[in-house]
């Protein structure tokens, strides 16, 4: 019997990295199966295979079902499912992350915890999103005030590269189509960029909920990543979708956004951001080593897999893995 410590079958020296796969991949109206290695998406026109280790989220919209064998590959390779609304627009439930290690998500709650490390990796948010600005010293409330002008200043630079007019940024939640062409695009690519970080973040482990910008929802932590690439990727695609034209688009930021991720590798960026603002310098190259520890005096961590009584008459070993 295998145990919390101790998966059997692939282990993570064998996995694609998050880096290297497909952002997401999104089906509908169809059955997921599963054949060998890959999973199978079955409706009117036939059947698709797609290889589940090559996956970062598989998004299922409406009118899926997925068989316990798909489930138990994508569990093997680790990749992330979703359950979303028609186009990927909302999101219901999830399954378990790609790694095994908890290294992310202890240096995430340690950093959220302290009143001053919380500031530091807002700064360094802040640094991230605008590396000509040094945020040093700047309060709360400065961050929030930089920020706006900047986005102000994103807007107004896109409006006069595209010669798309900018009348503001107007969104009114549940009415989509209540906007101006621009202004639906970038509410697709910020909706688009949500669901992608929000893929990574629980891929790696990290707790949506606590974030250092943003606070008080579910998803905290995911708008701060995703805000890290609000005026070098989704405000210019926005502007780009609209500047070719004012049919659908919802669905043709989506498709260009896609692609720009798959060209840029977006998402290893991703990665490699989230790791530098949480680790300390120098450790960004975290193992995500199937192993467990046991939490012991002065922070240090001993092996698990062991009885440590020496008088517990069972010659101080137990099962490996913690098995009982």
């Known amino acids: 019997m295998s145990t919390v410590s101790r998966r059997t079958r692939l282990t993570p020296r064998e996995l694609t990295r998050v880096g290297d796969r497909l952002s997401f991949v999104y089906l509908e109206r169809c059955t997921v199966h599963r054949d060998a290695n890959a ?27 997925i068989t316990h064998q ?19 627009v909302r999101y219901y439930a999830s399954g378990r992350a790609l790694t095994r290690s908890s290294a992310l998500a202890e240096a995430q709650a340690t950093a959220w915890a302290n009143v001053r490390t919380r500031l530091d990796v807002a700064r360094a948010m802040y640094r991230l999103r605008f590396p000509t600005e040094d945020p040093a010293g700047l309060t709360r409330r400065q961050l929030l005030g930089a920020e706006g002008t900047r986005l102000k200043e994103c807007y107004r630079r896109e409006s006069a590269r595209t010669g798309v007019p900018w009348k503001g940024r107007h969104y009114t939640p549940g009415d989509f189509a209540s906007g101006d062409t621009v202004n639906q695009a970038i509410t697709a690519a910020a909706q688009c960029m949500y669901g992608i970080t929000h893929a990574i973040v629980t891929a790696l ?5 606590l974030g ?3 606070s008080g929802h579910e998803l905290s932590f995911v708008l701060d990543i995703a805000d890290l690439y609000k005026t070098d990727v989704g405000i210019p695609i926005a502007f780009d979708v ?3 034209s004012d ?18 590798g977006l998402l290893d960026r991703c990665v490699k951001d989230l790791k530098t603002l949480l680790l300390p310098p120098g450790s960004e190259t975290t193992s995500d080593a199937d192993h467990v520890t046991l939490q012991t005096d002065g922070g240090h961590h001993i092996e698990a897999g062991r009885n440590h009584d020496p008088d517990c008459g069972f010659g101080g070993d137990i099962a490996p893995g913690g098995q009982w």
């Open 39 to 65: 999973i199978t998406a079955e409706d009117a026109e036939g059947v698709r295979h797609i290889p589940s280790a090559t996956i970062g989220t598989l998004l299922l919209g409406p009118g899926t079902r």
């Open 70 to 88: 798909a489930m138990s590959i994508l569990g093997e390779t680790g990749a992330a499912v979703a359950w979303v609304g028609e186009h990927g």
């Open 205 to 209: 482990g990290c707790s949506p909920a």
């Open 212 to 214: 250092f910008i943003h």
């Open 242 to 244: 609209a500047a070719e």
């Open 247 to 264: 049919e659908d688009p919802g669905p043709r930021t989506r498709r260009a956004l896609r692609d720009h991720i798959a060209r840029t």
